[in-house]
């Protein structure tokens, strides 16, 4: 267990036993790109000829998704954060999709004698695929290990899109890229911010199940006003912003969030734009949506309509952000223990999202399917 807080025998991380990294998973190598996009679209109908195109995207990456090493590379940056405090608890990784499967995670732990674990998961916002999905990823792999008589846990820190260890980090990269274009005049630069497309229906639900919906959506925009206002405050600029999104899929007749990023490059062009800084907030680390539907595919549009694209880094293993998310997991386990005193700041909605997920939060519209860590 972790050293205890001064003039207390209770260590900041009881009850928890050890922290588990859950992301979505990747290829390894070319083998692994159609067993993964089987995993990954498994009762949705798609056929083979569709995940062959997919798979083309990875396979002129080498057949390799960068994401893995990325998990490993903020594994380490934690276990360093975590042993710069003086916090001994071990930390765990199991992704979604692919190897290291969680199951096989929480079966290896439980085996180490971990009974309860907190969650970081590596996507920042509220909704179906970037929260509920992977909580119901979770209580189907507690069901299993409870059928081989293994017992265990686990709870999850609250989405952190305005924590400010993810919401300055990003300010900071932003500022950074605009600063290298001092010389281009204000109307000819816009900030262009990226996340990941949902069907509508998707957003529409996303939130706490109180009827107001479109948490995800209004999280992002929340976000982006904010880190352009921080942009402009500190370079004394003046620039506009917009929200757009990639990596959409799924059939033509279903609705998906838009503008398009390719798209929306198009327009700011037509409308006399010259150079675009294309943040991708959506995402903690470069992996395949920002490599190739930003690096390739946004890249290329810029190029064939006369735009200048700088596209900023991902949060990654940034320090700040590293360190907030062990912050997150402090803030949890303070919960945990019953304490509603430590509670992390959240910039820049400054409202806090509840440690437990509401009733109807961020329903799943295909089926009814259980989920740990929230009151539904």
């Known amino acids: 267990m972790t050293s205890p807080q001064a003039g207390s025998d209770v260590s900041p991380l009881e009850p928890y036993d050890g922290i588990l990294l859950l992301s979505f998973g990747g290829p390894e190598k070319p083998e692994d790109v159609m067993p993964f996009l089987r995993i990954v679209t498994a009762g949705r109908g798609i056929p083979d000829a569709r995940l062959t195109t997919v798979a083309e995207h990875y396979q002129a990456f080498g057949g390799k998704s960068p994401i893995n090493d990325q998990n490993r590379l903020l594994l380490a940056a934690l276990r360093s954060e975590l042993d710069r405090r003086e916090l001994t608890v ?134 982006a ?64 949506e920002v490599r190739f539907d930003l690096d390739t595919e946004a890249a290329q549009t810029a190029a064939e309509v006369g735009l200048k694209m700088v596209r900023v880094p991902t949060v990654g293993t940034d320090p700040e952000f590293v360190s907030g998310l062990v912050d997150l997991v402090l803030e949890r386990a303070a919960q945990a223990r019953g304490s509603s005193s430590v509670v992390s700041p959240a910039w820049p909605t400054h409202e806090v999202s509840p440690p437990v997920c509401r009733p109807g939060c961020c329903p799943n519209l295909r089926a009814a399917t259980p989920a740990l860590c929230g009151s539904d």
């Not at 199951?103 to 971990?114: F, K, P, Y």
């Not at 990226?194 to 639900?205: F, K």
């Not at 620039?239 to 007749?253: A, I």
């Open 225 to 288: 006003a904010a880190v352009t206002d921080e942009v402009n405050a500190t370079l004394g600029r003046n620039l506009d912003h917009e929200l757009v999104y990639c990596s959409r899929s799924g059939p033509p007749s279903q609705p998906w969030l838009e503008p398009d990023v390719n798209d929306e490059l198009r327009t700011l062009a037509s409308a006399g734009v010259r150079t675009v800084v294309v943040a991708p907030i959506g995402f903690v680390s470069d992996h395949m």
């Open 90 to 223: 071990p930390v765990l990784w199991g992704n979604r999709n692919f190897g290291p499967f969680l199951v096989d995670t929480l079966r290896g732990a439980h085996e180490a004698g971990l009974r309860r674990l907190v969650t970081i998961v590596t996507s920042a916002y509220t909704s179906y695929s970037s929260c509920r999905q992977y909580r119901e990823d979770l209580a189907a792999s507690v069901a299993i290990l409870a059928e081989e008589g293994r017992d265990i846990e686990i709870d999850k820190v609250r989405p952190y899109f305005n924590h400010p260890g993810f919401s300055h980090a990003n300010v900071r990269e932003v500022t950074e890229a605009v600063r290298s274009l001092t010389q281009s005049p204000e109307d000819e630069v816009r900030l262009v911010f990226v996340t990941h497309s949902i069907p509508e229906a998707m957003d529409d639900t996303s939130g706490p199940g109180d009827g107001e919906g479109n948490a995800y959506r209004r999280e992002h925009l929340a976000l």
